[in-house]
């Protein structure tokens, strides 16, 4: 009876376009500073998400540059526009506001926004003054 070891042959990596790659960093990125907080270090973002640190910054020269990305992305890509068309509409008030914080804690309320929010608000206090301003 023989033995064999298992070889696992290396997964061939595929090649992602730069917006893919991108996509795929801040997406990364959202998940790692809603669980670490913004304070979390670039190499363990990079290592997080099986990425290399060089890589990180090619995309994003700087940490406060990916920090703006994931504000853009979870703060203000969340934006509906035609929440301010129904806040523009002929509907009573009652009706406005209802439908639009409906709508609106829909998209907010979610474990990352939250997050993301309350941590900045512990450490630097820059998300949420700048969202609030």
């Not at 969340?78 to 806040?87: A, F, S, V, Y």
Request: include cysteine; proline fraction near 6%.
């Amino acid at each position: 009876m023989s033995i064999r070891t298992a070889t696992a042959s290396p997964t061939p990596r595929t090649r992602l376009s730069t917006a893919e790659r991108e996509r795929q960093i801040v997406a990364g990125a959202i998940r790692f500073f809603s669980d670490r907080g913004l304070d979390g270090q670039l190499r363990d973002l990079a290592k997080n998400i099986g990425t290399t640190h060089a890589l990180l910054y090619h995309y994003f020269p700087s940490k406060q540059a990916l920090i703006e990305r994931v504000y853009e992305t979870v703060f203000i890509g969340r934006w509906d526009p035609q929440w301010e068309t129904l806040l523009d509409g002929p509907l009573p008030v009652e009706d406005k506001l209802c439908r639009f914080y409906g709508a609106y804690l829909a998209a907010i309320l979610t474990p990352e926004w939250l997050r993301i929010f309350m941590y900045s608000g512990m450490s630097d206090g820059l998300i949420p003054e700048r969202y609030f301003g």
